[in-house]
């Protein structure tokens, strides 16, 4: 038993280096991906699979009108002549072909279950029909006329088509999704008539830009509708370099109902957004009170999209209500543009519009001069058949005599008459019935009328304007069966500019309004917990911590952080940690250097005045609003070089300034001395022969000084009783007798 299991020995074993084998074969699959399942040929817009199912339903007869046939014996056909591949992956090809909601223009008409806009699936193929649209029908037209090439399919048994004629702009009219090798193409779907009005216009201009063909190209135009909300500028230069994104929103309107009740209406939603997906999320951010305006969400859609939002006040304001939806929820989405197809069925590149209709009408041309020729030998082999008939109608007894009396009438035929070998079969093959029809007439008209055919076809062949003239008719007429007054051919997707709305009524709209409690360790960990809690006493922190500081604020509220290393740093206290834990490190919340540490932190009310101060005694006066920076790496404030640092900050309110050192003098002078500044290393505020300041504040000379020690008791000195360490700024001060030991002022910025 174990003898069987051994293989017998190979007898052509080739030596293969392990990388050029996985180059050389990867590469096949590479190139396979790339040509023939992922990238749609620029020309008629297609990938292979999707030229295979309408090939394969043109074999069928399915054109439009015709009665329907099962999906099932489609998908069949297919597989077995074309594309031997799943037939699930056939079959869903097929059902996007036939969803409204996701070809702008269909190219099957299904009848049957074909999924539906909130993502269910589609019925089995055996339960659903289909027939082609009028779309599909215009992309064949010509096929039977030589209009195309035609390679072997894949067992050589038959014959497919290596691209489709092409007389609808599909590449961008429907667009194209797919993920290659290396590489990817993502086109929306367009308005057929506006790129048919570009197309003319590329006829008369060849050398046009796409930016100029932006006149009748707008933008993309969804199956589902919308509103684009990218600026004019933004959506040229996409179509200029073929990559680009576009913002596109659903469509929105308020419903006032009654004793100014209100809701707002859905009516579209963004291209391949699932609505119940949609509807789930934002009832997710509803359980999660991530949308503090938001009252209920309800679908109340039958064949119409119609989502209602209900807000929690009717006093809240559509457009800010409107506004946190479309930052949190898919009702807002970026559908990216990267026209990347294959040119000339060959060769990935990514184009920009221009180029895309070039090689989209450059087909047409080929198409109609193939058709053309078909034409003309279809014609000329006519106009020898009808030379026959005539010869055979003015001789018609001698013709009998020699068929009914000669062995081989054929030669005799030929000899006799002069004619050529078509035809002598011709006249040979003709039916007893067709002598009656051989009117010298009607072979005559028929010649002439040909003859006239065939003049037009050879001006066309011989003439460059001639075949655009006529590329230009097929274009109008298309135009026409697609125009904008059709219900097909409309507009669907309306272009906005975003309004402009105050971003701290939206981020407040995010987040539900509640007082907490803002903790900072030592060590720099921080947390919130719920409410005010005035008691501290009984917190945890983390071995070798303890609390820092604490102060009040509100979940909407922004917080200003001050670190040694002189940046001012912006934070959101919704986004800080939560819970019963120790919190989480300030570093994961903004970008601050490992050797630099928190001095203050607080909660920015804007307008304010702070005095800010480095170690070696330097300061100066700073706005609020000039602290206030949006990214995570802060703003720099107070220039510090280490050992130096940024040691204390306090709000600017009176007329005096006191400075205390880590050697426990002090010095009081006017405020007036500090100038105010937006960054900088500021002045001397005092001056020290060994160690550094400690704290700053400011008070009102003649209300007297307040301070606190480290154990919260409160102290006070008038003015008169100040007056040992009245000074000018940069003084080294006097020793600050009955101040605390650490050399704090207790004074935090709330």
Known sequence: MGKALIPPEPNDIHDVALRDALEERYLAYALSTIMHRALPDARDGLKPVHRRILYGMRLLRLDPGTPFKKSAKIVGDVMGSFHPHGDQSIYDALVRLAQDFSSRYPLVDGQGNFGNIDGDNPAAYRYTEARMTEVARLLLEGIDEDAVAF?????????????????????????????????????????????????????????????????????????????????????????????????????????????????????????????????????????????????????????????????????????????????????????????????????????????????????????????????????????????????????????????????EPKPVLIKTFKLTDVQADAILNMRLRSLRKLEEMEIRTEDKNLRAELKGIKGVLASETEQWVKVAEQVKKVRETFGPKTPLGKRRTQFADAPDHDMAAIEEALVEREPITILVSDKGWVRTMKGQVADLSTLAFKTDDSLGFAFFAETTSKLLLLATNGKVYTLDAAKLPGGRGHGEPIRMFIDMEQDASVVSMFTLKGGRKFLVASRDGQGFVVNEDDCVGNTRKGKQVLNVAMPNEAAAICVVDGDTVAVIGSNHKMVLFPLDQVPEMARGRGVRLQKYKGGGLSDVMTFTLKDGMSWKDSAGRDFSLSAKELKDWQGNRADAGRLAHGFPKSNKFGRGIE
Request: include cysteine.
């Open 151 to 407: 390679r072997p399919n894949y067992d050589g048994q038959t014959s497919e088509p290596v691209v489709l004629p092409g007389a609808f702009p599909n590449l961008l009219a429907n667009g194209s999704q797919g993920i290659a090798v290396g590489m990817a193409t993502s086109i929306p779907p367009h308005n057929a008539a506006e790129l048919c009005d570009a197309a003319l216009h590329l006829i008369d201009k060849p050398a046009a830009k796409s930016r100029s063909l932006l006149k009748w190209v707008k933008g993309p135009d969804f199956p589902t509708g919308g509103i684009i909300v990218d600026s004019h500028e933004s959506i040229a230069e996409a179509y200029s370099t073929g990559r680009g994104s576009f913002r596109v929103r659903a469509k929105w309107h308020r419903e006032d109902g009654a004793r100014g009740a209100w809701q707002v209406v859905i009516t579209e939603i963004p291209w391949l957004v699932q609505k119940s997906r949609l509807i789930e999320k934002i009832a997710e951010l509803l359980n999660e009170r991530k949308l503090p305006l938001v009252g209920d969400v309800r679908d109340e859609s039958a064949e119409d999209v119609r989502v209602v939002i209900e807000p929690k006040s009717r006093t809240a304001d559509p457009e800010i209500v409107m506004e946190s939806l479309f930052k949190l929820t898919e009702l807002e989405s970026r559908i990216s543009l990267n026209l990347n197809v294959l040119l000339k069925g060959r060769i990935p590149r990514v184009v920009g519009l221009a180029e895309t209709l070039r090689e989209w009408l450059d087909h047409r041309r080929d198409v109609l001069v193939r058709r053309s020729r078909y034409r003309q030998q279809q014609i000329e082999n006519r106009l020898e058949v009808l030379g026959g008939y005539l010869i055979a109608y003015l001789n018609l007894d001698k013709v009998i005599k020699i068929i009914r009396t000669e062995d």
